[in-house]
Nanobody
Framework: QVQLVESGGGLVQAGGSLSLSCAAS????????MGWYRQAPGKQRELVAT???????NYADSVKGRFTISRDNGKNTVYLVMNSLKPEDTAVYYC???????????????WGQGTQVTVSS
């Protein structure tokens, strides 16, 4: 069984900063891509940022220059540092990992439970 456990998030004023982390645990052989997605009320879930095991990153245009994704492969953990937060960043943020379990024949996509980020104006 694999679990993704997120921490961080909360309430912050516009212009402030928050950090999120997500640790994957369980029967994990390797993790290819880890990332963060978000879903605001009434909207579809959207990509925020992803990072490969080799450190290649990809960001949504709306967060480029403000958010930084990183990961610790040894800890199976991904981080998201969010600076210059805006009210439109308010959403539930979900961790995602595409990983291979021990004995698995193909990679499987897993999601965390989500953590609320609220930015007040």
């Amino acid at each position: 069984q694999v679990q993704l456990v997120e921490s961080g998030g909360g309430l912050v004023q516009a212009g402030g900063s928050l950090s999120l982390s997500c640790a994957a645990s369980g029967s994990i052989f390797s993790i290819n891509i880890m990332g963060w997605y978000r879903q605001a009320p009434g909207k579809q879930r959207e990509l925020v940022a992803t990072i490969t095991s080799g450190g290649r990153t990809n960001y949504a245009d709306s967060v480029k220059g403000r958010f930084t994704i990183s990961r610790d492969n040894g800890k199976n953990t991904v981080y998201l540092v969010m600076n210059s937060l805006k009210p439109e960043d308010t959403a539930v943020y979900y961790c995602n990992a595409d990983l291979m379990q021990f004995g698995g024949v193909r990679s499987i996509n897993y999601w965390g439970q989500g953590t609320q980020v609220t930015v007040s104006s």
